[in-house]
């Protein structure tokens, strides 16, 4: 109760066009609101651009706000970010992985150029630590259980906008349904069906054994052979890293449109077209998966330079996918340094 009254005094003074009183309701929300835009949009520089507009939005309209009402000023911000973000969606097009875009690469042919295509980023570990509601309400909790794996992001693209929205605030943040339906400005039937037909595709499009989303972090199993996935990878030890990897492992490298399908076609292409130098490998966490920060030293160069943030799905002990995101930009994104000298 004294939260609420603390939060209410507050609104007020935001209402009567208290500028500090209005960043302190809204900068308590920023992380989980950008979580919740990456979400919908699969990129890091829309999600903060959504996250920008969601607190215009509130600014211009928070005379409108009751705190009294069906909405916490919480979940008036998620209606207003989704909203937003569903003005992007309806200007872009969805973001897509390579499986999406190519069919599986020969291992024998060499790679070609990167393309010019909205690609899914990959969403650094560091933004959903510690993410947390001060509001006492079921869906405050959300943001502790959500995964955000990349399996998932992709699969979620291919849904509709409207029914994309349904399902994270239906399923992820758990709202009922009228005020999904309240959110999305349509009737509860309407959105109760965007909700299911969402919900089937994802079952077709999401990989065997991926239907409950709850681990946020990687467990201590693939900690363990995330490790000796790097240490491998550092001595160039292809059959260790053959080893490692399930017989139907895919490995994708966005920007190109580019992927193997299975481990033997990956080894092929690793032997044949592999960039000479040393690498250098940083553990970090990328969508709640175990991930790299893979640097390249190459021959005769005296530091080691970004080269790719590789993602990696373990399934039974063994790597079932890997996606290295090739975009330099991303190890700003992760927090990483440009250059490593040893």
Known sequence: MAGHTSEARIVAAARAGDEAAFARLVERYRRELHVHSYRMLGSLEDAEDAVQETFLRA????????????????????????????????RRPRRFLPYDVAPPADPTVPPG???????????????????????PEPDAVAIGRETI???FLAAIQHLPPRQRAALLLRDVLGWPARDVAAALETTIAAANSALQR???????????????????QPTEEERAILRRYMEAQERRDADTVTALLREDARVAFPPMPLWYAGRDAFRTASDEFALPGDYRMVPIVANGQPAIAAYLRPPDASAYRPLVIEVLRIEDGRI??????GDERLFAAFGLPLTLDR
């Open 59 to 90: 600014w211009r309209h928070r005379a409108g706000f009751r705190i009294e009402g069906r909405w916490s000023f919480r979940a008036w911000l998620y209606r207003i970010a989704t909203n937003a973000c569903l003005d992007v969606l309806a």
């Open 113 to 135: 150029a990167a393309v010019d295509v909205p690609w899914l980023d990959p969403y650094p570990g560091h933004l959903v630590e510690d993410v947390a509601s001060p509001d």
């Open 149 to 151: 794996e990349l399996a």
């Open 198 to 216: 969402g919900r089937a595709t994802l079952r077709k499009r999401l990989p065997k054994r991926r239907v409950e989303w709850t681990a946020p």
């Open 320 to 325: 079932a996918e890997i996606i290295d995101f």
